[in-house]
């Protein structure tokens, strides 16, 4: 090598060492700077003695740990291999805490793929892993990432689909754990109680301080150990109220001394909304402003009257932490994470109007041949827990705005996902239509008008062919339309399923939507009638037997319980005497048919 080159390659190799030594120290402070930010960790816990060696000893190499992890991670869920996926996700969290796809992907693996390989026999089991997904992303993923729009989706993605969504075969059960769990804190608060939470304090020092509730709190700690622990006062105490035979019965002595003292109200006031904080995540001040912005119509005539949401349903949760997430991470652009958060707000206020009602009813459990002699022999029949969620009008105004607000954002784009957009908009105030007109019994009916209302948008938003006609026609069109795609086989049985879905509704006290489903059987019994005359065809009875066998239906339905049928039974005779009188006709019609065939054979 001439002395030339070689001389060359001397610097350079020197210049090599020199730029590392350099490149060493800069790495040194800026990884003190990011640890600094908590912005790594160099001491990973939790993790084999193997990984924490090679996360140390690789330095800044650490990124290239946490890609092959990652490809591992991938690799093992694609094989079906979720738990093991799930380790894998873990440590690639303690190594990366600001990794945001990861935190999605382990919560989803929780949520959706670990849950079902559970037999849906075990339904507490599935739940306590759809659980595990959303409050990894509540409790530690958005707690790391509080700018990251992707966990704020997926969180609300896991309450609005999972838990709100019937694809599971466990989804009432959850639905049932999240009402109960709910329904202590914020089951039956109107407005002025949503006030009073937005306004309690805040945190144990600041209530504590407060001379009047300190008697409450003194008396609980002597009447029971259990409330020594200050860190657990507050869930105990609200245990106290729902399950008092755990505690010494001195304890719920102390809750009579003070009922219906104002200290005992500011104390249960304060314990709710530091659970919901502390617990659930949810900040009674934004739950108010979520309230007032979506809450269900209180009046017809007086669209600006609302009341609170029933943050007791999956999708309001959904509204929760999709909003905040457009707070808090949101840019006001068109990301698809941000489009899709955006969509969540308003498709699950499009659930609540199409299923926001819950009704939770205790029902008979029907025996198996092994358990029915034990039963017998109880004192107490065996029980379960039912879930009803029917539809609520009273949130399409709520839907309504907030579709116009979202279709503002978008029309600029005036791609495809702005028309996707448009056409769930038109088929939503399209199928708004028909509800609102069958819940009204005239056309000075607030139903009718509210049809009327929405039917005059829709054909100025969206000017069809199909909207050049009367609400009534327009109406007309639309059950027909349904109908033939039903065919006449299944004539009796729509019709007979509309009457019980109106008398369950009017066992709850939901006249309008009864009325409607009433209506509306009459109608489809009347299409069939014009279009098939030859009614020994199609097996259709008078409208008064139908009614009955419909009752009947209703009443011989084991899942319902007995208090619901009673207050049927109880509204129709008080409230109803002609349909009450015309049902006792048609049983006895029944009765003396079913006697003549008797003597006859």
Not at 14 to 36: E, S
Not at 96 to 111: I, K, Y
Not at 313 to 324: F, G, L, M, N
Not at 405 to 426: E, I, P
Request: net charge neutral; charged share 25%; glycine share 4%.
């Amino acid at each position: 090598m001439p002395w030339r080159d070689k001389i060359i390659w001397t610097v350079g190799i020197v210049l090599a060492v020199a730029l590392l030594i350099t490149a060493g120290r800069q790495l040194d402070f800026i990884n003190a700077k990011r640890q600094d930010m908590g912005l790594i960790m160099d001491r990973p816990e939790n993790v084999p003695p193997s990984l924490a060696f090679a996360t140390v000893a690789t330095g800044a190499f650490r990124g290239l740990l946490v890609d092959i992890l990652w490809i591992r991670a991938d690799k093992l869920k694609e094989q079906g291999q979720f738990f093991d996926a799930k380790q894998l996700a873990e440590w690639i969290t303690i190594l990366q805490p600001r990794f945001a796809e990861v935190w999605e992907f382990l919560a989803w693996n929780m949520a959706y793929n670990i849950s079902v390989t559970i037999p849906e026999t075990r339904p507490d089991q599935r739940w306590q892993w759809v659980k595990n997904g959303y409050e990894l992303l509540r409790d530690k993923g958005i707690e790391k990432n509080p700018k990251s729009i992707l966990l704020y989706r997926e969180l609300a993605r896991i309450f609005q689909h999972k838990i709100g969504g019937v694809t599971d075969e466990a989804h009432k059960y959850y639905k049932i754990q999240l009402a109960l769990a709910m329904e202590p804190l914020i089951g039956s608060a109107d407005n002025k109680d949503f006030k009073a939470l937005a306004d309690a304090p805040k945190n144990w020092q600041q209530i504590i301080a407060d001379a009047n509730v300190t008697p409450i709190i003194t008396a609980l700690k002597s009447a029971d150990k259990e409330f020594a622990d200050d860190d657990r006062f507050v869930s105990n105490y609200l245990s106290l109220r729902q399950n008092p035979g755990r505690f010494n019965p001195a304890a719920f002595q102390v809750i009579d001394q003070f009922r219906s003292t104002t200290a005992l109200r500011k104390f249960d006031v304060f314990a709710k909304a530091y659970q919901l904080r502390n617990v659930w995540k949810l900040e009674p001040v934004l739950m108010c402003e979520l309230n007032r912005i979506y809450g269900p119509v209180a009046d017809w005539d007086d669209p600006n009257k609302y009341v609170p949401l029933d943050w007791r349903h999956p999708d309001t949760h959904a509204i929760y932490w999709a909003v905040t997430g457009l707070q808090s991470a949101g840019k006001g652009e068109y990301s698809p994470a941000e489009t899709n958060t955006d969509r969540m707000v308003v498709h699950s206020l499009q659930n609540l109007f199409r299923y926001g009602k819950i009704y939770i009813y205790d029902v008979p459990v029907q025996p198996s041949p092994e358990t029915f002699e034990q039963q017998k022999q109880d004192e107490q029949p065996l029980l379960r827990r039912e879930i009803y969620l029917r539809p609520d009008l009273r949130m399409f105004k709520p839907y309504s705005e907030a579709m116009m607000a979202v279709l503002d954002k978008y029309r600029v784009l005036k791609d495809s996902t702005f028309v996707s957009l448009q056409n769930g908009h038109r088929n939503m105030l399209k199928n708004a239509v028909l509800s609102f007109y069958q819940a009204g019994s005239s056309p000075e009916d607030p139903h009718r008008r509210e049809a009327q209302r929405i039917y005059k948008q829709l054909r100025q938003l969206y000017p069809l062919v199909e909207f050049n006609v009367p609400l009534e026609i327009y109406a007309r069109n639309r059950i027909i339309e349904e109908l033939e795609s039903l065919g006449i086989d299944n004539a009796r049985e729509i019709i007979q399923m509309l009457l019980r879905e109106a008398y369950f509704r009017y066992a709850m006290r939901d006249d309008d939507e009864a009325f409607g489903r009433e209506k509306m059987a009459e109608e489809v019994r009347q299409h069939y009638l014009a279009k098939f005359p030859d009614t020994t065809r199609i097996d259709l009875p008078e409208m008064p037997v139908l009614r009955y066998l419909a009752l009947r239906d209703f009443l011989d339905d084991w899942q319902y319980p007995p208090n619901l049928k009673r207050n049927l039974l109880g509204r129709i005779k008080v409230e109803r005497p002609d349909l009450f009188k015309e049902l006792e006709q048609e049983e006895g019609k029944l009765i003396k048919q079913a006697q003549q065939q008797q003597q006859k054979g």
